[in-house]
């Protein structure tokens, strides 16, 4: 039998990390939450120098996982090829 319709066939060595995920770990969700977070920061307590470490805090989270982990996995799939 083939595939139910609706879903995706998928492609050998092709692996999207988002696809793993659920809703709340999608790229939108972790840029939205950083957002969040600075501006409530910055218009809650009004402290640069809290808001600062904090934003600082919120772009490590997003080059770790936005830009490092899907790079990563990238090359470990694509390591398999080489061989």
């Known amino acids: 039998m083939s595939e139910?319709?609706?879903e995706?066939?998928?492609v050998p060595g092709e692996v999207s990390i988002w696809q793993l995920k659920p809703w709340w770990?999608?790229?939108w969700?972790?840029?939205?939450t950083g957002v969040?977070?600075?501006a409530g920061s910055w218009l809650w307590l009004g402290l640069w120098w809290l808001t600062v470490?904090?934003?600082?805090?919120?772009l490590l989270w997003w080059w770790l996982?936005?830009?490092l982990m899907p790079s990563q996995l990238a090359s470990l799939s694509g390591s398999d090829d080489s061989g």
């Open 4 to 6: 139910p319709p609706g």
């Open 53 to 58: 470490p904090l934003a600082a805090a919120v």
């Open 25 to 27: 770990c999608q790229p």
């Open 29 to 32: 969700s972790i840029l939205l």
């Open 8 to 10: 995706p066939t998928p």
């Open 36 to 38: 969040l977070l600075i």
């Open 65 to 67: 996982f936005l830009v």
